[in-house]
């Protein structure tokens, strides 16, 4: 890596971010990137050029490269974050599964007297 080298995140909206790389202005959006929303701020302008267009957030585990910043349409996205509602989707399927050990486990805990009710608490004003 030359002396003057650099990689700096200029600012975060809402839609993505800003970077400065080597005098490029690039933009992340969170679109094409999402595993930069969920970076904290104080991680996300702790942005490190590595060289030969490499830039890496060293505390989050992130690399990307300038030519991936540049055309994100070319390179698909591989992994994506779990989302809620694919968590959810995921909880109901598992939950439908049969087994004979999950039957045995419901009948040992119906026997128990089932799932316990939960405990209503006063609300005081």
Same mark, same amino acid.
């Given at each position: 890596?030359?002396? #003057?080298?650099?990689?700096?995140?200029?600012? &975060?909206? =809402?839609?993505?971010? @800003?970077? *400065?790389? $080597?005098?490029?202005?690039?933009?992340?959006?969170?679109? *094409?990137?999402?595993? @930069?929303?969920?970076?904290?701020?104080?991680?996300?302008? #702790?942005? +490190?050029?590595?060289? +030969?267009?490499?830039?890496?957030?060293? #505390?989050? *585990? &992130? *690399?990307? $490269? &300038?030519? &991936?910043?540049? #055309?994100?349409? !070319?390179?698909?996205?591989?992994?994506?974050?779990?989302?809620?509602?694919? =968590?959810?989707?995921?909880?109901?399927?598992?939950?439908?599964?049969?087994?004979?050990?999950?039957?045995?486990?419901?009948?040992? $805990?119906?026997? !128990?007297?089932?799932?316990?009710?939960?405990?209503?608490?006063?609300?005081?004003?």
């Amino acid at each position: 890596m030359k002396k #003057n080298e650099y990689a700096e995140v200029k600012f &975060i909206s =809402a839609d993505g971010f @800003l970077m *400065d790389v $080597n005098g490029t202005s690039y933009f992340a959006s969170f679109k *094409d990137f999402p595993f @930069l929303y969920d970076l904290p701020v104080s991680e996300a302008y #702790n942005v +490190q050029y590595l060289g +030969q267009g490499d830039i890496r957030w060293e #505390n989050a *585990d &992130i *690399d990307l $490269n &300038i030519d &991936i910043l540049a #055309n994100p349409e !070319k390179y698909p996205r591989i992994m994506h974050t779990l989302s809620s509602e694919a =968590a959810a989707l995921f909880g109901r399927r598992g939950g439908t599964v049969k087994s004979h050990r999950k039957a045995e486990a419901s009948r040992a $805990n119906g026997l !128990k007297g089932g799932r316990p009710r939960k405990k209503k608490s006063l609300v005081t004003t």
